[in-house]
T-cell receptor, first 112, second 115 residues
């Protein structure tokens, strides 16, 4: 079965600093991978997805993620954090039959 | 992408009662899913709602407790039956199957509190 591990339940950065949220996956087949963001009291919004077309994936709001097969990783980055980036971020892997398996989430805190 | 709405956005219910949550998609989607998200936690899949057939439930979830309807390709309902305080949670629906990459688009969620 496929699984996702997100290291760090909380990540704190200063405004303008680099954002790095870690995601490692386990899959026996080439995976589809996703990053979603959840703002307080809202549903999940798709940030970006990896579909094997390119290993560096650019998403919305300046985020990007790099698929590294050798490290089974799909870490999310943003060069410069903004206060509005404060939210919960979920990494997910597709398990087949269209189902997604989610990681435990990482709460990003951005301080002025 | 698909835009998904849910009703109600939140509710406070008494134990022993039932609540039906509606999920509406602005375009046809092959697959619809229902998730539960307990406070501060990740999403747990309850079931996959298929149009024209019974929903497929994940381990730990049963049809008697969480009956689901999917009458067409843009609408689904989830009922939380005979509620207890342990059912207090956020319930999210999503739609997918519009691309070949298994992405899903989520509704805003229904925040349920059971007293």
């Amino acid at each position: 079965a496929q699984s996702v591990t997100q290291l760090g339940s909380h990540v704190s950065v200063s405004e303008g600093a680099l954002v790095l949220l870690r995601c490692n996956y386990s899959s026996s087949v080439p995976p589809y991978l996703f990053w979603y963001v959840q703002y307080p009291n809202q549903g999940l919004q798709l940030l970006l997805k990896y579909t094997s077309a390119a290993t560096l994936v650019k998403g919305i709001n300046g985020f990007e993620a790099e698929f590294k097969k050798s490290e089974t990783s799909f870490h999310l980055t943003k060069p410069s954090a903004h206060m509005s980036d404060a939210a919960e971020y979920f990494c997910a892997v597709s398990e087949g039959f269209q189902k997604l398996v989610f990681g435990t989430g990482t709460r990003l805190l951005v301080s002025p | 992408s698909a835009v998904i709405s849910q009703k109600p956005s939140r509710d406070i219910c008494q134990r022993g009662t039932s609540l039906t949550i509606q999920c509406q998609v602005d375009s046809q989607v092959t697959m619809m899913f229902w998730y539960r998200q307990q406070p501060g936690q990740s999403l747990t899949l309850i079931a996959t709602a298929n149009q024209g057939s019974e929903a497929t439930y994940e381990s730990g979830f049963v049809i008697d407790k969480f009956p689901i309807s999917r009458p067409n390709l843009t609408f689904s309902t989830l009922t939380v039956s005979n509620m207890s305080p342990e059912d207090s949670s956020i319930y999210l629906c999503s739609g997918g199957g519009t691309s070949g990459y298994n992405e899903q688009f989520f509704g805003p969620g229904t925040r349920l509190t059971v007293l």
